[in-house]
């Protein structure tokens, strides 16, 4: 695999948009990007369509439900996900030990259902817009990375994929759970981009020498005035980090 297409095998692209948008900037950012992250807004309002119209261009889907329920509907829900065909599915890791076994179960056994390759289920520790005080507010103790570990340590007990972090958090997982775990890694934002609503936002270099496997980019690429040269600029970040 050449250095291009390493890099392109690490980003997603955050489809947070109309779904006609999304495809139609997909299809201009493919060549540097081989994901296309369906999130709730998407799939709420085209359902299990969103996944196909990116899948039709060659995507990689990444279905990010972030699923946090009773065990058994988690369960009924990642089996319908697995069905689809995706390559990631989310789900809260602060749904505990029995709903992340459940999900994984039921991801399996959809996937399994219509013979596709059964998706890496991925666990959300801490959402990347919390702040210390937003973490405190919700009731879990110490700094966010503090709290994110312990959720991690959790879902991988429960036998998740990999988990999702901030790209501030990554190299402590990579530390303490080792090469396993998928690690996937939101806000992120080149140097000199607006934050926005990340509060642990970091760069892609950054994430990536902190063990990230999977970045996702949103509005970096969304606002760009010229969304492949974007994309390009953050491959070549992957590249050479």
């Given at each position: 695999?050449?250095?291009?297409?390493?890099?392109?095998?690490?980003?997603?692209?955050?489809?947070?948009?109309?779904?006609?948008?999304?495809?139609?900037?997909?299809?201009?950012?493919?060549?540097?990007?081989?994901?296309?992250?369906?999130?709730?807004?998407?799939?709420?309002?085209?359902?299990?369509?969103?996944?196909?119209?990116?899948?039709?261009?060659?995507?990689?889907?990444?279905?990010?439900?972030?699923?946090?329920?009773?065990?058994?509907?988690?369960?009924l829900a990642a089996a319908r996900a697995g069905a689809l065909g995706v390559s990631l599915l989310t789900v809260h890791a602060a749904g505990g030990e029995a709903m992340l076994k459940a999900a994984v179960k039921g991801v399996r056994e959809g996937a399994r259902s219509k013979g596709h390759e059964a998706p890496r289920v991925l666990a959300v520790t801490v959402l990347t817009s919390?702040?210390?005080?937003?973490?405190?507010?919700?009731?879990?103790?110490?700094?966010?990375?503090?709290?994110?570990?312990?959720?991690?340590?959790?879902?991988?007990?429960?036998?998740?994929?990999?988990?999702?972090?901030?790209?501030?958090?990554?190299?402590?997982?990579?530390?303490?759970?080792?090469?396993?775990?998928?690690?996937?890694?939101?806000?992120?934002?080149?140097?000199?981009?607006?934050?926005?609503?990340?509060?642990?936002?970091?760069?892609?270099?950054?994430?990536?020498?902190?063990?990230?496997?999977?970045?996702?980019?949103?509005?970096?690429?969304?606002?760009?005035?010229?969304?492949?040269?974007?994309?390009?600029?953050?491959?070549?970040?992957?590249?050479?980090?």
């Open positions: 695999m050449t250095d291009a297409s390493q890099a392109r095998a690490r980003l997603a692209l955050a489809a947070d948009m109309p779904l006609e948008e999304g495809v139609r900037l997909y299809q201009q950012v493919a060549p540097h990007v081989a994901y296309a992250k369906v999130g709730l807004s998407l799939f709420v309002e085209h359902g299990p369509a969103a996944v196909a119209a990116f899948q039709k261009l060659g995507a990689k889907v990444f279905l990010d439900l972030k699923l946090h329920d009773i065990p058994n509907t988690v369960e919390m702040s210390a005080e937003d973490v405190a507010s919700v009731g879990l103790s110490g700094a966010p990375e503090e709290a994110a570990l312990r959720l991690a340590r959790l879902a991988v007990r429960a036998g998740v994929d990999g988990l999702v972090c901030s790209p501030r958090e990554a190299e402590a997982f990579r530390r303490e759970l080792g090469p396993m775990p998928f690690l996937c890694t939101p806000g992120i934002r080149p140097a000199g981009a607006a934050k926005g609503d990340q509060s642990r936002a970091e760069t892609p270099a950054f994430a990536v020498r902190a063990g990230a496997d999977l970045l996702v980019v949103g509005r970096p690429i969304h606002t760009a005035a010229d969304p492949l040269a974007a994309a390009r600029a953050i491959a070549d970040e992957v590249s050479a980090a």
